[in-house]
Structures are given as structure tokens and as C-alpha cells.
């Protein structure tokens, strides 16, 4: 994503978190209860995860602590792998941007954050016999963060939504790992057909903030996409577009 590149550690990232949030929580009276039910109290990031996204999902204040065991029924299936895509989702911001300072902001601040891991459950509905569920957690994506992922897309790890805002990807969109995605931008159909119709974005790319990408085509492994760009085509690995219509630069 960017040439800044920050070392972390990540066996001890948690408590990293922990004593950040503790001394934050003694220097900002307001926010020390805030800081105590979503980190302090917890064990593990999964678990803190966990109560972050209850306290988004929960209709009623009540429901918190049923949402919460529920999600972490999830994520401790020995199968499913949302904990290390998790994992790898807060090391890849981390890491690679320079405007946070401390282990926690993108787990408890980041729109994109959030919504990337409440797709990662929603997808487990999706192909588990739950896409009421599934869609649920879908539609309070979108007005909780304005972010649109279908649960049925294919999403790889290590993933920065950056910013968020107005993101929308479609059922059958696939994102591979390491990619980065700006605000605004769609991974679409093209309004016609059915079966396999959404772009196919490989690993490492990047695209821009503005972008739509319309139909079954392919951004390949490392390409950039300039924000503002209208793609119809496959562009090719490693390769950069821009313009209304993209166009190799």
C-alpha cells in the first residue's frame, strides 16, 4: 500500500493493545468506560473483536452480551478462519499506514475494519443455512458504515478498506489478499445476466477512490487503479490505469 512500512510485534500484540487502552482509559475519564468493555475485559483480540462488533449488531443494549457468544461461537470453530483474517486485517494497516499511532485505533475506530470482519461472520452464514442472518448483518453494514459486501463475495485476508464510505462488492466479486481499496468504489455488475458476474481483484492490487469496476473481468496481481476510473476490461498484473475509461498509462 504505501512505502512506509512499521514493525510490529505481533506475539505481543494484544497486550500491546491492553496497556495502551489502560493508560488511555486513566487520561480520558470519558472514554475509560468505553475502553473497558471493548478491550480492558477481554482476553484476546478475537474476543474483544467480538464485543466491538456486538455492540454494532445489538438492536437493544440487552442483546449485547447474546451477540457477542454468538460471534465467538463462530470464530472458535476449529474450520473457519476469521480470527487469523482478522489478524491479518489489523497487521496489514498497522504495518502500512503511517497515520496511526498506537496497536488499537482500526479495532475500535475504523469503519473499514469493522465492516470487513462483520462480513467475514456474514459469510459464514451465507454458506452455513443462515442467510437471513447473513443478510441481516449485511444491511447493518450499510447503515452502520455505508460499506455494501455481499456475504456471498469471496474476500481474501490481509485487506485495507481505507476510509470506506460508499465501498460495494458484489455476490460473486472476488478479493485476493493483500489488496487495498479505497472509498467509493464498486465492484459491480453490469445489470445484465446471472451466475458469475463480478470483478475478480488478485492479489496485492490497489484501487482508487472513485472507482467502479462493472462485470465478470480481472484486476490483476499488483495492478493499480487510478482513482476516478471507470473499468470494463481486464486490466493486466502489475499494470497502472486511469481515466473515465481506464487506459494503460
Known sequence: MADFEREIDVDNLWLNILQETEHEAQNSPLLSAFLQRNIIDHSSLEAGLCYVLAEKLADDEKDISQ???????????????????????????????????????????????????????????????????????????????????????????????????????????????????????????????SGDRHPKVRRGAFIGSGTVVYGNIEIGANAKVAGGTVVVKNVAANSTVLGPIAKPK
Open 67 to 193: 451477540w457477542q457468544s454468538y460471534l465467538y461461537g463462530i470464530i472458535s470453530l476449529p474450520e473457519v478462519t476469521i480470527k487469523a483474517e482478522a489478524l491479518a486485517d489489523l497487521l496489514c494497516q498497522l504495518r502500512s499506514n503511517a497515520s496511526i499511532k498506537d496497536h488499537y485505533s482500526p479495532l475500535l475506530f475504523f469503519g473499514g475494519y469493522q465492516a470487513l470482519q462483520c462480513y467475514r461472520f456474514a459469510h459464514y452464514c451465507w454458506h452455513n443455512d443462515q442467510r437471513a442472518m447473513a443478510s441481516f448483518i449485511q444491511g447493518k453494514c450499510v447503515s452502520l458504515f455505508g460499506v455494501d459486501i455481499h456475504p456471498g463475495a469471496k474476500i481474501g485476508s490481509g485487506i485495507f478498506l481505507d476510509h470506506s464510505v460508499a465501498v460495494v462488492i458484489g455476490e460473486t466479486a472476488v478479493v485476493e489478499d493483500d489488496v487495498t481499496i479505497f472509498q467509493s468504489v464498486t465492484l459491480g455488475g453490469t445489470g445484465k445476466g
